[in-house]
């Protein structure tokens, strides 16, 4: 069975630090997906990783995929308030159970 | 702008009373998918259509069925929800054969069981 985990769950940071989430997936895919979800909103397509070492970076999150190790990363930089929010990572039709960010003054 | 729609967007029933949620989309995407998310947890897949071909996750309840009467639109049915039912469904679209694209959800139905 597919199984795609997240780490860590929850996430609680200061203002302008940098912090990493982890995503481990259990078998191959060709693709990787991260997404924003606001309370009681729906899902926001963030990243769309492909290949093996592909890297995008939007604003102050960046996205990593490493296919042999089955390890995705969202990398956070300067954290802003207004990243508070949940980050889920999925490969197609699976989601991760999702990272809670809250960024602090 | 082309978009995935959900309505509606809040809907209130009583145990055991059939729903219908709907899904469009002017995508024209050949994929569709149905979603559940209970508070704090993953959207978990309930089935999907490439195309007409329905493809039904293994666990999901016999409660839960859908048409797809054309490329458009989507529907899931709930025959007799029960109190475990009551989440956000979240209807989402892709092209099977653009695999650099997300899928595109829509706003969602938030399903409340009286």
């Known amino acids: 069975e597919l199984k795609v985990e997240q780490n860590p769950l929850f996430l609680s940071m200061q203002e302008g630090k940098n912090y990493t989430i982890y995503c481990n997936y259990s078998t191959t895919s060709d693709r990787l997906y991260w997404y924003r979800q606001d309370p009681g909103k729906s899902l926001e397509s963030l990243f769309v990783l492909l290949s093996n070492g592909a890297v995008k970076q939007e604003g102050r999150l960046m996205a990593s995929l490493d296919t042999k190790a089955r390890l995705s990363t969202l990398h956070i930089t300067a954290a802003v308030h207004d990243l508070s929010a949940t980050y889920f990572c999925a490969v197609p039709m699976r989601f991760g159970a999702g990272t809670r960010l809250t960024v602090k003054p | 702008d082309a978009m995935v729609i959900q309505n509606p967007r809040y809907q209130v029933t009583q145990f055991g009373k059939p729903v219908t949620l709907s899904c469009s989309q002017t995508l024209n995407h050949n994929v569709m998918y149905w979603y559940q998310q209970k508070s704090s947890q993953a959207p978990k897949l309930l089935f999907h259509?490439?195309?007409?071909?329905?493809?039904n996750e293994a666990d999901t309840p016999d409660n839960f069925q859908s048409r797809r009467p054309n490329t458009s639109f989507c529907f899931l049915d709930i025959r007799s929800p029960g109190l475990g039912d009551a989440a956000m469904y979240l209807c989402?679209?892709?092209?099977?054969?653009?695999?650099?694209?997300?899928?595109?959800f829509g706003d969602g139905t938030r399903l409340s069981i009286l």
């Open positions: 259509y490439y195309d007409k071909d329905f493809n």
């Open positions: 989402a679209t892709s092209s099977r054969g653009a695999s650099n694209q997300p899928q595109h």
